[in-house]
């Protein structure tokens, strides 16, 4: 997850406690009837320090037991539930039934596990990202980029619910109160695209978009990890980082991209976007902070 990796970097650079994070939840499901937040559970895991680094997703050192035993009753998993991790679905689902928002649920999962930046979800109401695949009905994402793991031709990404949802409290504000608004190197579509298409966030962001910096996610004509290729492709766009860059030209003003793609820097600038080069590859820690440190002094901070 390419957000979980720069926010590894990011809190080498700032102060944790003034860092806000906007979560995307249009990959929220629902397994064994327990409401999963797979992006929120991977930042506040990475901010607490207790990420498997190795997959990027889960808990470090986690067991699957308790999902073993489910495929006695269920069949054969393929979503990934750690035994530790179920503790933290467990208590979500609880409060959600108890009629608690997901932002106040956030926060209360972030305070358990000692995280000092604020999580909010982008929203509080119900989106659900679907992919439409050539000669296939849309399915929810997760089946499209776990179960399916990511194969077909993608026609559409559908965000269901995304014209009655609201940002969740505390989203627009702390966009318009920023010092700095970073879109970190993360699928356009599926990871950014749900939050963008709320009401009043493109608006928020083209408003202060000096002081908005993007990280291309594709290098060389490639994703890093994922199918942002895949739907960039089939939705008939460049696959490249110019072609990322078309997409966030009314909302940002910086627009980082890698060494590989620096001839493409000044077709990035014609688009009316500072272009910043540099290394994006975030191998370890080390490299996510000098890519901070990066964009921090692009944004003049």
């Not at 909010?120 to 399916?148: H, W």
């Amino acid at each position: 997850m390419g957000a979980a990796k720069f926010l590894r970097g990011l809190v080498r650079r700032i102060d944790p406690a003034r860092l806000t994070v906007i979560v995307n939840t249009g990959d929220d499901e629902e397994f064994y009837g327990l409401h999963v937040s797979p992006d929120l559970d991977t930042i506040t895991y990475t901010l607490a320090g207790v990420v498997n680094r190795a997959q990027g997703w889960g808990l470090e050192g986690e067991s699957f037991n308790a999902l073993a035993a489910l495929a006695r009753f269920y069949g054969k998993p393929w979503f990934g539930l750690g035994d530790r991790d179920l503790a933290t679905h467990l208590y979500r689902s609880k409060r959600m039934r108890e009629g608690a928002a997901l932002d106040a649920i956030t926060a209360s999962l972030a305070r358990a596990f000692g995280v000092k930046s604020t999580i909010l979800p982008m929203s509080n109401d119900r989106v659900r990202t679907f992919v439409k695949l050539r000669g296939r009905a849309a399915i929810p994402f997760q089946e499209y980029f776990v179960r399916g793991r990511a194969r077909g031709a993608v026609e559409r990404i559908e965000l269901r619910g995304i014209d009655r949802a609201r940002p969740a409290p505390g989203v627009l504000a702390a966009l318009g109160s920023s010092d700095a608004v970073i879109l970190a190197p993360s699928n356009p579509f599926v990871s950014l695209g749900p939050i963008l298409g709320l009401k009043g966030l493109r608006e928020a962001l083209c408003r202060n978009r000096d002081r908005v910096a993007a990280i291309s996610p594709i290098i060389g004509g490639r994703p890093v990890k994922g199918p942002a290729d895949k739907m960039l492709r089939g939705l008939g766009l460049e696959v490249s980082a110019l072609g990322v860059a078309r997409l966030y030209r009314d909302i940002v003003g910086t627009f980082v991209i890698d060494h590989a793609d620096r001839a493409l820097a000044p077709k990035v600038a014609a688009l009316g976007i500072r272009a910043i080069t540099t290394d994006t590859i975030m191998s370890t820690p080390v490299r996510a902070a000098h890519l901070a440190g990066v964009v921090l002094r692009a944004l003049g901070l």
